[in-house]
């Protein structure tokens, strides 16, 4: 085991170390303990599995488990959150039936969940640092004990991320994998939580496509598809693209280029209240936008760029591309579905789907890329 020495500017309430053991590096950190992984696929065979073991409700179950509370409130706070964590289980699985107790197991995994974060807000009305810090390297120190019990048994671990891990397991270690668990599990009063997967992609750790056994596909990071209403879509035809090409074998080019809806290609940007957008085009007309813009980058159009405000105090430069490069972008915050699709540039799309594809594929080198329409001689 290697020890990876961590950053030194930090706050009071940060810390990161990470270890290298076995064919992994593991980062501790504030918020958990998670793998730096390597851009990769791994496949299950006819030898070895890939199974996922979640630690169910991790970090609410540490603060049960161990009796901890925020030392301001006294115990009473401790009995009503275990009374919340105890009814959300006892109501878990009645909600597939009835939509009612669906919204009110949502509500409580939300409250119960959300403790550990606030403990680390000081304008919260929970904050309690010694309290955070606790939860999080408790349950670091517990998956890694997991982690070392798998990896001295011969059974890979692929990846960790906070409240779980995904191994590769020889099917001949499947007897000794359940043993650990049950060991693990009496020890630590936590409940592990599976799910198989036929074949994982990674970007990152945080950036993966898992295909499960039973075909359902889970998503993440440059990866993800289905956004709530209030996170970004930036550029959705470039997830949408990588699914089809991981899942299906589609050229990112044929699904990019074919795709028919205009909201897909937009980019959204949100500039701090010491900078405004700009346009520039090359006639030299000069546009002013405000702080939230949405575009796409287009055939023709113009140059946008973040430009700092007289009066701010900010150290950034003064003046900065929205977009990298020569693209040119279509400013459109007022965009309709009927919206012409002529002008899109799909070659900018295209490459930003290749990057990931290269990284993963390719080890991080650069393939070759023909942009659209470009003639080649061989």
Request: glycine share 6%; net charge neutral.
């Amino acid at each position: 085991m290697t020890f990876m020495g961590g950053s030194t500017k930090m706050t009071q309430d940060d810390f990161k170390e990470a270890i290298q053991f076995y064919d992994n590096t593991y980062t501790f950190a504030k918020g958990g303990l998670h793998t730096e992984n390597s851009p990769k696929i791994f496949e299950a065979d006819d030898e070895n599995i890939i199974v996922d073991w979640d630690v169910s409700s991790y970090y609410p179950a540490i603060i049960i488990n161990n009796g901890r509370y925020p030392a301001h409130l006294g115990k009473a706070f401790l009995n009503g959150y275990k009374a919340m964590f105890y009814k959300r289980i006892e109501l878990k699985p009645l909600a597939k039936k009835d939509k009612k107790i669906k919204g009110i197991v949502g509500a409580l995994k939300l409250a119960v969940n959300s403790v550990y974060g606030k403990s680390s807000d000081m304008q919260n009305w929970i904050y309690d640092r010694q309290l955070t810090m606790f939860t999080t390297i408790t349950g670091e120190l517990s998956l890694l004990m997991l982690i070392e019990a798998y990896e001295l048994a011969g059974i890979h671990v692929i990846s960790a991320n906070t409240d779980g891990v995904t191994i590769m397991v020889n099917k001949c270690y499947i007897d000794k994998m359940n043993d650990i668990n049950k060991w693990w599990m009496e020890l630590t009063s936590y409940e592990l939580e599976r799910t198989d997967y036929q074949k994982i992609i990674f970007s990152t750790v945080n950036d993966y496509l898992a295909i499960k056994t039973d075909g359902e596909i889970k998503k993440k990071g440059d990866f993800l598809t289905d956004f709530e209403l209030h996170k970004n879509k930036s550029a959705r035809v470039v997830p949408l693209a990588l699914e089809q090409y991981f899942i299906n074998g589609t050229p990112v080019a044929d699904y990019i280029t074919g795709h028919r809806n205009i909201y897909d290609f937009a980019i959204r940007q949100r500039a701090t209240r010491d900078f405004h957008f700009e346009g520039r085009t090359k006639e030299g007309v000069v546009n002013v936008y405000n702080k939230l813009l949405r575009y796409y980058v287009s055939i023709e159009g113009e140059k946008l760029l973040k430009v700092k405000n007289e009066n701010s105090t900010s150290g950034a430069a003064a003046v900065s591309q929205v977009e990298a490069g020569e693209w040119v972008m279509h400013v459109c915050n007022h965009l309709t579905p009927d919206h012409p699709l002529d002008n899109i540039n799909h070659s900018y799309y295209i490459e930003r789907a290749e990057r990931i594809i290269n990284k993963i594929s390719y080890n991080g080198k650069k393939r070759p890329f023909v942009a659209q329409n470009q003639l080649s001689l061989f």
